[in-house]
């Protein structure tokens, strides 16, 4: 008992969005002495069984970290992953798999790190790409797209695929010596213009937003966009340990139109969108004065304006604060798959990106907040995490 009361209590401290409460939240089980089973979320939060689509099946340790081999799988039974902890640290054989049951990844990982050869595969079964991990790089070895061509072989070729999560950039360019070289270009998945990185020996010397508006923050130096080949998951995911009652499940967040909008997808589609941006633009953070907004939680507020049409489609989008313009193509793209809007009206999306949990390692904690409003004024206790 003692191991679980101590686990429970380091989730609790860590999470920041379990709210205060008179009795701490039954998000495990005792299998038997130091094995427990875990409940988490979709957006991978602990939480309790009833809300769970998900269970960790892990032992702890008398410090209550994570000891041994995990198995997580969906309520169902169909494993989603497994691997195994020593005292807390990821170290060894880790996999994790699609829906259908087919692998995703897998890879080795030394003292919580990923390390050597990780291979990663389409939900087809195929083979998407090698990375051969060393302490110092990440170096792509072996590409090959949907259709079974193989672009990139021994470190050399020309790549073209996503270089993030959620598949909304698509980067191309030449590889050398498993690095970016020369010009590459990215699109989101909609075709629209992301941005341009020129590199030197695999080092960035410049990036730009082709598309941003004059007097915005066009240029960029300090970290690629487009070399991300190693994208976080949903592992990593799990270790923020946030905690969540069932109530902060449900969602009952202002609705604009007369059909919820599926905030788990949404968020973890914005999340995965926005990050990529967000991690090279930290040095942002000024106040949006020009509409009155103001800063909260150290983060600026930015908001895109749009407006939808006869079928509720959203058109027309328009970032109206003073900074932020280089978010508008990612989200405009996630916003246009959203049907649930009334037809002709002017919508107001705010957003937060704040960055005071984050960390240089794999797995940096961003915290994205945001609502839908009518309104045009800034309303801080309507956004959501």
């Given at each position: 008992m003692k191991k679980v009361t101590i686990?429970?209590?380091?989730?609790?401290?860590?999470?920041?969005?379990l709210p205060c409460q008179d009795k701490p939240l039954a998000f495990y089980d005792i299998?038997?002495?130091?094995?427990?089973?875990?409940?988490?979320?979709?957006?991978?939060?602990?939480?309790?069984?009833?809300?769970?689509?998900?269970?960790?099946?892990?032992?702890?340790n008398d410090q209550g970290d994570f000891n041994g081999y995990f198995a997580d799988a969906t309520t169902d039974g169909s494993v989603i992953g497994t691997g195994r902890?020593?005292?807390?640290?990821?170290?060894?054989?880790?996999?994790?798999?699609y829906p259908n049951g087919k692998i995703k990844r897998k890879g080795e990982y030394r003292n919580n790190l990923p390390v050597g050869d990780w291979e990663f595969y389409y939900d087809s079964g195929l083979p998407?790409?090698?990375?051969?991990?060393?302490?110092?790089?990440?170096?792509?070895?072996?590409?090959?797209?949907?259709?079974?061509?193989?672009?990139?072989?021994?470190?050399?070729?020309?790549?073209?695929?996503?270089?993030?999560?959620?598949?909304?950039?698509?980067?191309?360019?030449?590889?050398v010596n498993g690095k970016p070289d020369r010009k590459w270009k990215s699109t989101y998945s909609n075709n629209a213009i992301f941005c341009e990185e020129k590199f030197k020996n695999g080092k960035l010397i410049k990036g730009i937003f082709p598309t941003a508006i004059p007097g915005a923050n066009r240029y960029y130096y300090s970290q690629s966009l487009l070399s991300a080949f190693l994208f976080a998951d949903y592992v990593t995911d799990l270790e923020k340990y946030q905690v969540k009652k069932c109530t902060d499940s449900i969602l009952n967040n202002n609705e604009i139109g007369n059909r919820p909008i599926d905030h788990v997808q949404f968020r973890r589609d914005l999340y995965n969108s926005v990050k990529i941006i967000s991690d090279n633009n930290n040095g942002f953070k000024r106040v949006m004065s020009n509409v009155?907004?103001?800063?909260?939680?150290?983060?600026?507020?930015?908001?895109?304006?749009?407006?939808?049409?006869?079928?509720?489609?959203?058109?027309?989008?328009?970032?109206?604060t003073d900074g932020g313009h280089e978010y508008l193509g990612v989200v405009s793209s996630l916003l246009m798959k959203l049907r649930n809007f009334p037809p002709k009206e002017r919508i107001f999306f705010f957003f937060q990106i704040d960055r005071s949990g984050m960390s240089s390692t794999l797995g940096n904690n961003l915290l994205i907040l945001y609502y839908f409003s009518k309104e045009r004024a800034f309303d801080a206790s309507k956004l959501r995490k």
């Open positions: 686990l429970s209590m380091v989730l609790t401290v860590a999470s920041f969005s299998i038997a002495n130091d094995s427990i089973r875990m409940y988490f979320d979709p957006e991978y939060h602990f939480t309790e069984k009833p809300c769970a689509q998900f269970i960790r099946y892990i032992r702890v902890y020593i005292n807390g640290k990821r170290h060894g054989h880790f996999e994790t798999y998407e790409r090698t990375l051969k991990i060393t302490d110092s790089d990440t170096l792509l070895i072996r590409y090959i797209d949907k259709k079974g061509n193989l672009l990139v072989q021994n470190g050399k070729g020309k790549f073209k695929g996503t270089v993030e999560a959620s598949g909304s950039v698509i980067a191309k360019g030449k590889i009155g907004y103001t800063t909260v939680l150290n983060a600026p507020v930015i908001c895109i304006r749009f407006e939808t049409n006869e079928k509720r489609e959203p058109i027309n989008f328009q970032v109206i």
